[in-house]
């Protein structure tokens, strides 16, 4: 034969990647800074540090789910569960906290044990939306769609319809958990950081965040490639369940109680932030720290709309609405692109 | 013929995506009646150019001329309004609709504000019959077979009554027998004076079929010469811009190593039944057979991708392979047909899928993002990758590079046994001697490959044995000199041997 594939082709080494701004990428991140500007022409107490460590403390709850929801989405899946889950998982909560005080007594014991079946209900929680999307090949719209109403139900039956309360003993124990923190920085803001930063590091470097975008971004060829689709699709949803466990033991001691109208909405919240971060719905690419921005940003909205009174707070869904769509638009035109 | 005026022109036009030109100033026609084949290797540009005729891109410079008048088309409705047609190298067909909405797509037949859905099914039944084909319009595209699928892609633009058809390389995923019913259509409509545009990859057609040969190299045309006046060698040397002597390197005598691999009554349901083979170490095993008889599903079975039951014994152990990541750890690699469905992602770049499937190589905790560059970088040394960008979507490099780098990323396993499933499809002949020589040298270094091909040159070229499937069975062996056109066909059609591994249990 007359080739030699030694031989160098003069395209063998094309030029690497070439630096620059891209806008598409930075589109999150432009908007969130526009947006702080917006709000300190508008306002002078936006930029206090009362102010800031409110709506980062806001968006803890949901940015922690929107971490989990980011794996979700990006593996082509989805979550619409989240918000009753939370619920659900806060009413069990403070009904076991508030049965076992009789035998343990009011102390961090028993709130650690409060923790650990909030943690352990989302795990399991998420475990079965997981389990019937991949073992029972039903389409996770449809499961979470159902265990959605099936998680909202039985937490408005466990409070017979009302609210179910924390004991007040346990309650004043359990409140720095919220209100308490490190250095002026209050605890659901670090978990968040935390979760944020060792979710953005899992997505981008490692082989699990490799194969959550490549089932999204084609399942088969996920599979001809050895990579256990329904394993990496049930982690996800492990995953986002842990993480709504989490999110809740931070949640319960902010109120001390739980309802059927908790959570409401929280997966809506929880999936625009998603979308507005760049990762794409139908998944195959995710980033987290375009969640956390996505996050920042719909809170910002509902504070800056509450911080001034030149437009009604009433419009803060519109709003956001329009962000949702701007950020859609400029995934499409990121597409033509290479 | 080539005195006619064109009908479609090019002058000058040049393409370039981004910082990339891809095209440079071609000038090009097209005359009534004329088969005018389109050949280059792989990344040449001849999809490029032919979606610029048909309005499906814009030229970045220069002028399309129809008829003589400049033209810009800015759609390929406009275009299709004007008489051209452009059969598309990817299948473009609505999964989930049927076949004959898929013909009639853009075009419904209409009776008053309603589809004419009777007028529509017969004629979509009359232009299916007419190439020769058993699909009935009413069933789902998605359950075609690929080559169905071309074939419904074909009825489609047949029945959009074109004066200039371009055609995408339109037979490399159809058999033989589906290839002459083409041919003929094509001759049928060259009498009623269409122009066609064509390309394949499959020089003894271009020969066979084509008045004029025009070969692009680079983005250039390098020359247009009248069919009868150049042979295939000579295609073959103008594409490559060099001499190519022996397509398959020489054939090493037939391995007497160990068995590696045993397979002793293989059932894949609904597809193959009783599969039973040998490979030995440093074999060349060819799969021979007609589309449909099983072959891709007895390799999908044996790697785990598909259910299956049987014995399997690998290096002298007996195991069982559920899963496909099983199977890579027992240094099994299966590199499949479909490379666009089920081989690459294709909205992503080089890299991750070089690494797809030996991930746990360049991972502990974390992917070595710079251990993964390097690999990137041997591959397209070793393998020959031309992108013009290193962090070009895999959907946008040429069908020849994709392929080659699915090779790349199957062979980073390091695998023992290498299962490879037409594995030149679409390919030009440089690159399938390429191809053929890194076939060649892995079982020169004592690994196993078994080759499923429809192209019979391939398997007679290649394979120390080959078996012959027919309507999942293995059929017939062949060895040595027995490896010849004639013997496949007869084992192949089932006018010779029996299922000679029956059933064992
Ligand atoms: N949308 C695009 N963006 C960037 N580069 C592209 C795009 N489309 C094609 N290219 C590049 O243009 C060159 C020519 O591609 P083209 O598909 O025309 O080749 P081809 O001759 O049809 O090859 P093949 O025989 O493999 O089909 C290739 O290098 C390819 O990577
Ligand atoms: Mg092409």
């Known amino acids: 034969m007359t080739v030699s594939t030694e031989a160098p082709a003069p395209s063998a080494s094309p030029p690497r990647r070439r630096p620059g701004v891209n806008f598409h990428v930075l589109g999150p991140l432009l908007a969130l800074i526009l947006l702080v500007v917006l709000g300190a022409l508008l306002n002078d107490q936006f930029l206090s540090s009362g102010n800031i460590s409110n709506v980062l403390a806001r968006s803890s709850f949901i940015g922690i789910i929107a971490v989990g929801a980011t794996f979700v989405i990006t593996t082509g899946g989805i979550d619409l569960s989240v918000g009753s889950m939370a619920a659900f998982i806060a009413g069990s909560m403070i009904l076991a906290i508030n049965y076992l005080l009789a035998g343990m007594g009011a102390g961090w014991p028993l709130v650690l044990v409060g923790m650990a079946v909030g943690l352990g209900l989302g795990l399991i929680s998420g475990a079965v939306n997981g389990l019937l999307t991949t073992r029972g090949r039903i389409e996770a719209f449809i499961v979470t769609l159902g265990t959605m109403g099936i998680f909202r139900a039985l937490v408005t039956w466990l409070a017979n319809g009302g609210t179910i309360s924390l004991n007040f003993e346990v309650g004043d124990i359990y409140r720095p958990v919220y209100y308490g923190g490190v250095a002026g920085i209050t605890w659901p803001i670090i978990v968040f950081a935390l979760v944020a930063i060792i979710g953005e590091v899992v997505m981008r470097r490692t082989a699990f965040g490799r194969h959550c975008s490549a089932i999204g971004s084609n399942e088969q060829v996920a599979r001809y490639s050895a990579i256990h689709v329904d394993n990496v699709r049930l982690l996800t949803y492990v995953l986002q369940g842990a993480l709504v466990g989490v999110a809740t033991l931070l949640y319960v001691p902010r109120l001390g109680s739980a309802s059927s109208a908790t959570g409401v909405l929280w997966e809506l919240e929880a999936i625009a932030a998603v979308i507005i971060g760049g990762t794409t719905l139908k998944g195959g690419y995710g980033r987290v720290w375009g969640t956390v921005i996505g996050v920042v940003i719909l809170s910002l909205i509902d504070n800056i ?11 803060n869904g519109a709003f956001q609405g329009v962000i949702i769509i701007l950020a859609v638009l400029l995934q499409r035109s990121r597409k033509g692109e290479r | 013929m080539t005195g006619a005026p064109a009908l479609l022109a090019s002058e000058r036009v040049s393409r370039s995506f981004g910082p990339v030109q891809v095209l440079f100033d071609v000038d090009f026609d097209l005359v009534p009646g004329e088969v005018h084949a389109l050949i280059g290797e792989n990344g040449a540009g001849k999809s490029t150019l032919m979606k610029i005729l048909s309005g499906a891109q814009p030229p970045s410079a220069g002028t399309l001329r129809l008829d003589g008048g400049p033209m810009r088309f800015s759609s390929t409705e406009e275009a299709e309004d004007r008489g051209i047609v452009l059969i598309h190298q990817e299948l473009n067909l609505a999964d989930q609709l049927t076949v004959e909405a898929n013909i009639f797509l853009g075009r419904e037949l209409k009776r008053g504000p309603f589809l004419d859905v009777r007028a529509m099914r017969r004629e979509a039944h009359r232009l299916l019959a007419e190439l020769e084909t058993g699909i009935d319009p009413a069933s789902r595209v ?57 390309t394949s990859h499959k020089l003894d057609e271009v020969k066979a079929i084509s008045d004029r040969v025009t070969v692009l190299r680079d983005g250039r045309i390098v020359q247009t010469t009248p069919t009868a006046a150049i042979d295939e060698d000579g295609m073959a040397r103008a594409m490559v811009g060099r001499d190519l002597n022996d397509l398959f390197p020489d054939k090493a005598p037939s391995p007497e190593a160990e068995i590696v691999l045993e397979v002793r009554g293989l ?14 170490r440093g074999e060349v095993l060819g799969l021979a057979g007609l589309v449909g008889s099983g072959r891709t599903e007895l390799m999908e079975g044996l790697m785990g991708l598909r259910p299956s039951t049987g014995w399997i014994r690998l290096r002298g152990q007996t195991v069982r392979i559920h899963s496909p990541g099983q199977a890579a750890k027992l240094g099994l690699a299966y590199l499949t047909e479909d490379r666009k469905g089920r081989g690459l992602l294709l909205d992503k ?69 290498v299962i490879v499933d037409e594995p030149t499809r679409g390919i030009d002949i440089g690159t399938k001697q390429q191809i053929y020589g890194f076939i060649e040298k892995l079982a020169a270094e004592g690994k196993s490959v078994i080759v499923i091909s429809s192209e019979m040159a391939e398997v007679i070229g290649l394979c120390h044995r080959v078996l012959v499937m027919r309507s999942g069975r293995i059929t017939g062996e062949l060895t040595g000199d027995a490896i010849a056109e004639h013997q496949i066909v007869r084992h192949a059609m089932g006018l010779e041997g029996s299922e000679i591994h029956d059933r064992q249990h």
Request: hydrophobic letters at 45%.
């Open chain 1, 305 to 315: 709309l509450n911080l001034t009174d030149v437009v009604s707070p009433y419009l």
């Open chain 2, 142 to 198: 998605s359950d075609l077979s690929v080559s169905d699928k071309q074939m419904v892609e074909i009825a489609k633009a047949l029945s959009r009554r074109a004066r200039v058809l371009i055609m995408d390389e339109p037979t490399a995923v159809l058999t033989a027998r589906e290839s002459q019913s083409l041919f003929r259509q094509i001759a049928r409509l060259r009498a009623q004076g269409v122009a066609i545009l064509y």
């Open chain 2, 267 to 280: 059932d894949v349901p609904g597809h193959v039944r009783g599969a039973s083979f040998t490979l030995r």
């Open chain 2, 349 to 417: 770049t080089m890299r991750p899928n070089l690494t797809l499937l030996g991930l746990d190589r360049f991972s502990n905790i974390f992917i070595n993002k710079r251990a993964e560059e390097r690999a990137l970088d041997d591959a397209i040394a070793r393998f020959d990758i031309r992108a013009r960008r290193r962090d070009v979507r895999v959907g946008n490099l040429s069908g020849g590079n994709q392929q080659k780098l699915l090779l790349a990323k199957t062979m980073l396993v390091e695998p023992e046994i």
